[in-house]
């Protein structure tokens, strides 16, 4: 080379690994093992090691691995054709957009989903429909009921028809009863209205009532599903649906920017990820259980909790979020606390909860000692209704 490009070269090199780099991710995976923020964790040499082996295809002409995660992926889902995307925001963006053709239409949902909470507007924005918000009126889960007082059919002039009716299972950890699903998938499909799942972490229901996928999503059009999240992937989302429909979203994948290339080691992560870690979920649900356990025994309200996620109140104990939050952040071995929700996971230790429980437990017991007197609960003992509800699926 000359010495020109010598120094273009030069300019244009990097290394982004630091002189701790090993010591840094070891240092990662043990903060991720103590973090209550999110379900997003920390991808295992082991998950890379198979990775690296996967085919080396272009994706935008069907690489080799991807093809055969998407042919598995339609399999269990009991779908016709899959297709792999970066995120789930896009699973779930495309598979709106391809269903929305002609305008006016709507897509009637939780008014939690994350489609319309958590997507930056996209359903605004990509597919220019109007969104129907469902407030569950038994503050769990929408029911027929729920969707049929917000539904729009019909053609009448001044109305915004509903098209796509948009679920999510877990929603805020929290499983959808599959009769209630069957409901609304008869209403829609009896009206014309397409059935979409934002499945992001359905794995949790199939592991937690041991329901086989294809059966919970028969209900559905289409579904979204994370391979990232729960499963500990570190990227990368399918689409499910029929043939034609996954043809269409192909087109519009590569619109959205989202046709990729080498993408048979992400496959790799992602097929590890559904061998290696699915059956892990059912222990991540125990330690839930646990962590739940463990505060209503300190006092603590329950406001929901399922599968992966506690949603709780410490006020009851005079306890404020932000005393937990310090408090726990300060520990030598610190933990990472964010408010409202806790999110157990794969890389959960069960230290982690017992140090978590400790540390409400040091708080309450100050607060006492300074003359607070605990308020009685008025869920604990009895359990929420959710899950009563959960409970009652439950097969194990
Ligand atoms: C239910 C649900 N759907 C969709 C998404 C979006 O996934 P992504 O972050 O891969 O875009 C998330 C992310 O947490 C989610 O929880």
């Known amino acids: 080379m000359d010495a020109a490009r010598a120094q273009v070269a030069d ?34 040499l082991e998950m890379y090691l198979y ?5 080396v295809g272009d994706d935008v002409y069907h690489e080799p691995c991807t093809k055969a995660l998407e042919a598995h992926m339609a399999n269990i ?11 789930g925001t896009m699973s779930n963006q495309l598979a709106l957009r391809t269903h929305l053709k002609q305008p006016p239409y709507a897509v009637l949902c939780d008014h939690r989903s994350h489609i319309v909470r958590y997507e930056v507007g996209g359903l605004a924005h990509h597919s220019g429909a109007h969104a129907q918000m469902v407030i569950p009126s038994n503050g769990h889960h929408i029911t027929l009921e729920d969707v049929k007082e917000h539904a729009v059919l019909g053609e009448e002039i ?23 699903i069957l409901r ?11 059935m979409h799942l934002d499945g992001a972490r359905i794995w949790h229901v199939a592991a937690e009532t041991g329901t086989p996928l294809d059966e919970l999503l028969a209900p559905f059009d289409t579904v979204s599903l994370c391979f990232s999240k729960g499963l500990g992937a570190p990227i990368g989302s399918c689409l499910v649906g029929s043939k034609q429909f996954i043809a269409r979203a192909r087109w519009f994948r590569k619109m959205f920017g989202g046709g990729m290339r080498q993408t048979g080691f992400m496959a790799g992560a992602a097929a590890y990820a559904l061998t290696h870690n699915f059956p892990k979920l059912i222990d991540v649900h125990a330690l839930t259980r646990k962590l739940e ?21 410490p006020s009851p104990i005079g306890v404020s979020y932000a005393e937990i939050v310090e408090r726990a952040s300060s520990l030598p071995d610190p933990l990472k606390v964010g408010g409202s929700r806790l999110v157990v996971h794969i890389q959960t230790s069960p230290e982690a909860v017992e140090d978590l429980l400790t540390v409400i437990r040091d708080l309450a017991a ?17 359990r929420s209704y959710n899950n009563v509800y959960v409970r009652g699926m439950a097969k194990h």
């Open 77 to 87: 889902t009991g779908k016709e054709a899959a297709l792999f995307v970066p995120s």
């Open 293 to 313: 356990t463990g505060l209503v025994e300190l006092g603590v309200e329950i406001i929901t909790v399922d599968t992966c996620m506690v949603f709780f109140d």
């Open 366 to 382: 100050n607060k006492k000692a300074a003359g607070f007197v605990p308020s009685v609960t008025k869920t604990n003992g009895l």
């Open 184 to 194: 609304i998938s008869e209403y829609a499909h009896s009206n014309g209205i397409n």
């Open 158 to 180: 001044h109305t915004c028809p509903t098209t796509v009716i948009s679920l999510e299972n877990t929603l805020n950890g929290t499983i959808m009863p599959q009769d209630e």
């Open 11 to 44: 300019k244009i090199k990097l290394d982004i690994l630091s002189l701790t780099q090993e010591e840094d991710n070891k240092r990662g995976i043990r903060e991720v093992s103590r973090s209550f923020l999110c379900a997003n964790i920390v991808p295992t």
């Open 51 to 55: 990775a690296t082996r996967a085919s």
